[in-house]
């Protein structure tokens, strides 16, 4: 089994769900609110989770019920959470609204994760067991290039989603093996809006590169052999929240299994798929029989 640990965040999410989103000073009538364990982390850690691998969780929930919430549903997910910290204050939230086309928008407010500026000699440990260790940018940068320098020097592989986008440190670049950003994401990293251009741009720093492309799927890229661009699968959105989440989780699990990157892609295209015709983030990710399932039926009707 595929053993991954994810060094993130944990935030409650507070759901909105409305025909359309307010413009700037308008307010709307919204049809249903709901409160989603999520985080991009803790979407990540059960992601994996429920893809197959073994799965622990660095981060920080608060003292709040949202914390012990948070902290249940990660256990009950299959996550291990001993190396959880709990700080004192409140827990992360993320302030989403849906829209019908399943579109969002969101603002996060960091709360515990804030707590979370240094790796313990446990942490260190549990990263250095693991075959991937998954970081996004929810924590304080200080931490996350800790993080993946401690990967890089115990030879552990770096999988970083650069989310939400923001100027990376030379320091955490140099110890990424694998970056996957959205077409967004990787726009404002490189300053060009081809995906193929800045996959190209991003390659100078980093060894490995898939960026996202919704609905369009993927598009993977490396120093050693040409872009390879898989598909996603045509379904209707109900919520594309953490669509991104569940789709780096699964990548990681398929490529810890040592599948070749058009079928890991393929694969995690599926997880992804499956989780935007559902409400929700963490509670909208697909089980491993899911996506082999429906990977083995579309590979049938070809």
Request: aromatic share 2%; charged share 20%.
């Amino acid at each position: 089994m595929t053993s991954i640990v994810v060094l993130g965040s944990t935030n409650m999410d507070l759901v909105a769900y409305v025909a359309r989103a307010p413009a700037r000073g308008e307010t709307v009538t919204g049809r249903e609110f709901r409160t989603v364990p999520g985080g991009k982390g803790a979407n990540q850690a059960v992601a994996a989770a429920r893809a197959g691998a073994e799965v622990s969780m660095i981060g920080a929930v608060g003292t709040d019920d949202f914390g012990v919430r948070l902290r249940a549903a990660l256990d009950g997910a299959g996550v291990d959470t001993d190396l959880l910290r709990t700080a004192e204050g409140p827990t992360g939230t993320a302030h989403i609204v849906v829209d019908d086309e399943g579109g969002n928008a969101i603002v996060v407010i960091p709360g515990a994760n804030g707590a979370v500026t240094a790796l313990t000699h446990g942490d260190e440990a549990l990263i250095g067991n693991a075959d991937a260790l998954l970081l996004q940018l929810e924590l304080p940068l200080s931490v996350v290039t800790e993080g993946a320098r401690t990967a890089r020097r115990l030879g552990v592989r770096t999988i970083l989603t650069p989310a939400p986008a923001k100027p990376l440190p030379p320091e955490l670049v140099a110890a990424t093996d694998l970056l996957v950003p959205n077409e967004h994401e990787a726009a404002a990293l490189t300053g060009v809006t081809d995906p193929y251009a800045a996959a190209e741009a991003l390659l100078r720093v980093v060894p490995e590169v898939v960026i996202t492309l919704g609905a369009r799927g993927s598009l993977y890229a490396s120093r050693e052999a040409p872009p390879v661009t898989v598909s996603a699968p045509r379904v209707t959105a109900v919520d594309t929240t953490a669509a991104g989440d569940t789709f780096v989780g699964a990548l990681a699990v398929a490529l810890g299994e040592g599948r070749p990157v058009p079928g890991a892609l393929a694969w995690a295209s599926v997880a992804a798929a499956l989780s935007v015709q559902r409400p929700g983030a963490s509670t909208s990710m697909p089980y491993r029989s899911e996506i082999d399932m429906e990977t083995n039926s579309r590979m049938d009707a070809l």
